[in-house]
């Protein structure tokens, strides 16, 4: 009875004013079996933080595509002969008229591509409903509100909220409809190498924050004043679990001890030998570093006795309205190498195919330029990564990169043609969430008919 | 503080009956009534509001004075302004990694050791909200940041729209948000203007993303939305208007590195680069074609100005960085009636909407209610450590340009326009059940709560003027802040006389049963031939309890 509360509570908290209200099946096993998981999975959010300009992440490279493309992003347009051509299986093109390229700097993701292990889901971003132009400018549909504006986008990508006021993620309500299933956990579901966020946050489960290389430990003045030491640390213990009056104190409070707590289990996880094992190499990026430590907190999951994790990590400095030339090249190589790497590891570890990895990001940019850069947009392309996953193709449908058409509401602001809801429900179907389930992980997922895109083995 | 108020009536009545006896003989004089008394716990609660952490020195000048006049003495005395100092600094080797730990040094110094500590604090509060950070772009911007933190500081007391304007044109805002080399249309190469900017400037600077009553609160359409405040035609109509300005004095308008002098002169128009068209504004204010950029931007943010959230969007963000987390509409509405009329009929008066925001009653609520006061942002709380214990340097220098990574935070150093926390934030938990916020706990993470819990630890057990330090001890330099216990150690034997002391200096006598309870309890545990371990503890258990952390 406690998973229907769950559940109905669950609802309630997401319930958007303009969606349907979710069918009524109350109670629905995981799909992992009763009551408990057989295996491990992880989802990896990699958080682009400023709107990646993807429309030169991944490029068309068809005659009358590339032509429309470049046309639109003049100094912008990487060069044709630059991309690095690959076929997806359903287009797969001929050799040397292959129908899409990769930015010059991905080399890795696109090996990782062509070997099956990468998909795009392309032209995809926040939508409450299937939203045509027209729809748009009558205003006919309900649509995201604040569009183009960085934290709100942000916000409708970690949340799914629509229009509702929901303060919940879509990977803190996955946490808390699989909390009861996997009881043993010695870490939180949700951890997080990159801060506080949305995306995590939930009503019954609490993420879990640490740095790019693991948890800071609590210290307990030096070892050569042991008896002082459990002093020390007595009181300080008994001060953070005592009673207090403010919300504020009570807050703080709470946020110590679970520092206190988890920290110290997380650092004894990545001193185990399978963690200390890992010897793929990473980059020493912001990234790559996060990804790093990740790989050694999976390759312990079974002294954590984890069964199911998210993992949040993530970089910045992709609002690239200046200098997008210059900037752009660093950035999305950082991308691609903390990847690869990050691939390469899993299947050091032999996880390759529990571990999906992919992107999210607050907008694409306009296809238009500012002189050099581009400003917030609507639609882009995200990328998904890992053994599970029906790699080597695009998913959605990827848009004639044309200022003015039927999909730019201006400037070249690209309309999604698949919601941000699609992609994720396709990513927590994965996870282990039921399909009657999906709607509270994705509450506008009810509004669109695809409800999974496929790119995720079953 | 009902004592207070209770007093205050008492005088009051008293002058009236005074004066009504007066009647029929000769004139009474009535003289102003005194200044209602203030307690140190009081004169605690207001400084940790007003400055940069409370001492009980300057906690006794408030007694003293009372807090209306403190105030006022505050807004009179001169600038701690941090460009006076980088105009000393040596010109080589030309370092602008120096130069950032350089400008970090003078924040420091002038939170320490500056006498005009409410302007400090309102400059510091201004610049989480009009954002400027060395991560990013300016990085190589030293004195752009130097003295855009200046301009926060002159306009602190100042008026509103002249902050927004020296904002809008001072070459740190113009390289953060990309104004600066803004350029009209070029419609045959599908290039418009910047959108960044003008964006930022109404999301965050100014009105906000939605209209506001005056308490703060939405106003809501008739399907009980929100109304957004502008749309895409309104960015890209101050898109516009922010043309054409780019770096003064240099010779090139895409210039990339401009003279020293450029990053601290306000931007330059180059009337060729200005867009000549008419411009959609807010409530359908459309400029007409061919005025100047310098009219342009006048007229858009006498436009933005004129808006009616700025008074609430301005006044409750100023009360969430002094004073309270979530401050009831009454009191926004309170201060933002100050923001729109300061009672000689000014709009935008910022000295006068401090002293509202200072003096309102809810900012010490008789009764205090469990969602009263906030979070002490983590920067705050050591400043007022180093405050109460002396900190200083062997050097005299504080360049510590690496305190955000212990504490989430440090002078322009935000990792983004959104600012350390958004004012938004609300922790899962009790806090979003009941539809409250704490913005600064989106920065009291597990990982920066054990590092700040961690750098308290180094601070005070170690880098302190009363620890034995040997010679080989790399960790402290002429640089180190080191704070100094002394009197603390001296009465070290007498664990009441300690905790007391402690508690006078860090809680101005506030300490709870509890907290005096575990510090005592522990240090009576340990040998009394270790004054120095001893005072340790106490201020270290102090300063990470959640009692010191909770601004009241």
Known sequence: MKTIDRRQFLRQSVAAAAIAATPGAAYTQMAGGSGAFDDYRALVCVFLHGGNDSFNMLVPRSTAEYNAYATSRQNLAIPRDDLLPINPLSQPGTPGNEPFGLHPTMGGLQALFQSGQVAFVSNVGPLIEPTSLDQYRNKSVLLPPQLFSHNDQQDQWASLKGRSTSKTGWAGRMADLIRAEVPNQQMAINASLHGSNLFQSAEQTFPYVMGAGGPQEFQWLGWWLQDQQIRHRAAFEAIVDARYDSIYERGFAEIQRRAIDAAATVTAAMATPEAQAVTTPFPRTELGTQLNTVARIIAARNYLQMQRQVFFVGMGGFDTHDDQETVQPRLLMDINDALAAFHAATVEVGVASSVTTFTQSDFGRTLTSNGDGTDHAWAGNQLVLGGAVNGRDIYGSYPVLEIGSAEDVGGGRMIPSTSADQFAATLAKWFGVADSDLEIVAPSLTNFAQRDLGFMIA | ?552
């Open chain 2, 1 to 552: 503080m009902n004592r207070r108020i209770a007093l205050f009536a008492t005088l009051a009545l008293g002058l009236t009956a005074c004066g009504g006896g007066g009647a029929g003989s000769s004139p009474v004089v009535v003289p102003p009534p005194p200044p209602p008394p203030v307690t140190k716990a009081e004169a605690f609660q207001f400084l940790n509001q007003a400055s940069f952490g409370a001492t009980e020195a300057e906690a006794d000048r408030v007694m003293s004075m009372g807090i209306d006049a403190w105030i006022d003495e505050q807004m009179r005395l001169p600038m701690s302004l941090q460009m006076p100092h980088m105009r000393t600094l040596p010109k080589q080797p030309f370092s602008m990694f120096q130069l950032q730990k350089d400008r970090v040094d003078i924040f420091f110094r002038n939170a320490l050791h500056g006498s005009d500590v409410l302007r400090q604090r309102v400059a510091f509060a201004l610049s989480e909200i009009m954002v400027t950070s060395d991560k990013g772009a300016l990085v190589d911007f030293p004195y752009s940041l130097a003295d855009y933190y200046d301009v926060l500081t002159r306009h602190a007391f100042g008026n509103y729209r002249d902050l927004i304007e020296e904002v809008t044109l001072h070459p740190a805002m113009g390289v953060y948000l990309s104004m600066l080399g803004n350029e009209k249309p070029d419609p045959a190469n599908n290039i418009r203007p910047d959108e960044n900017y003008a964006r930022e400037l109404m999301q965050l600077f100014s009105i906000g993303l939605v209209e506001l009553n005056l308490d703060g609160t939405a106003r809501l359409d008739a399907q009980n939305q929100p109304i957004p405040t502008y749309d895409q035609s309104v960015i890209e109509g101050f898109a516009h208007v922010f043309t054409g300005w780019t770096y003064a004095g240099v010779g090139d308008f895409h210039a990339q590195w401009p003279p020293e002098a450029s990053q601290y002169t306000p931007m330059q128009l180059w009337s060729q680069y200005h867009d000549n068209g008419t411009k959609t504004l807010l409530h359908g204010v459309v400029l007409p074609a061919g005025q100047t950029g310098a009219q342009d931007l006048d007229a858009a943010l006498d436009n933005i100005f004129q808006h009616a959230n700025v008074g609430p969007f301005i006044s409750r963000a100023l009360i969430q960085r002094l004073v309270t987390s979530n401050p009831s509409p009454d009191y926004v509405s309170r201060v933002a009636t100050v923001f729109n009329d300061n009672g000689s009929g000014v709009k935008g008066d910022l000295g006068a909407v401090v002293k509202a925001i200072l003096t309102d009653a809810e900012a010490r609520p008789a009764v205090v209610s469990d969602t009263d006061g906030k979070i002490k942002e983590p920067l705050l709380r050591i400043l007022q450590l180093w405050r109460a214990y002396d900190a200083r340097s062997d050097g005299g220098r504080y360049p510590i340009d690496y305190l955000w990574v212990f504490f989430g935070q440090g002078p322009l150093q935000a990792p983004h326009v959104f600012n350390f926390f958004a004012p938004t934030f609300s922790p899962p938990g009790e806090f979003r059940s009941r539809g409250l916020v704490a913005p600064e706990l989106e920065i009291a993470t597990e990982y920066l709560n054990s590092f700040s819990s961690n750098f308290m630890l180094w601070q005070i057990f170690y880098w302190t003027w009363n620890a034995e330090r040997p010679s080989d001890n790399n960790d402290i330099t002429d640089d180190t802040i080191l704070i100094d216990y002394a009197e603390e150690m001296a009465i070290a034997g007498d664990v009441d006389a300690l905790i007391d002391r402690v508690d006078g200096k860090l809680l101005g006598g506030t300490m709870s049963g509890m907290l005096r309870q575990q510090i005592s309890t522990m240090v009576s545990q340990m040998p009394a031939d270790q004054p120095q371990l001893r005072a340790a503890e106490v201020i270290y258990l102090v300063v990470t309890s959640p009692e010191f952390v909770y601004q009241r």
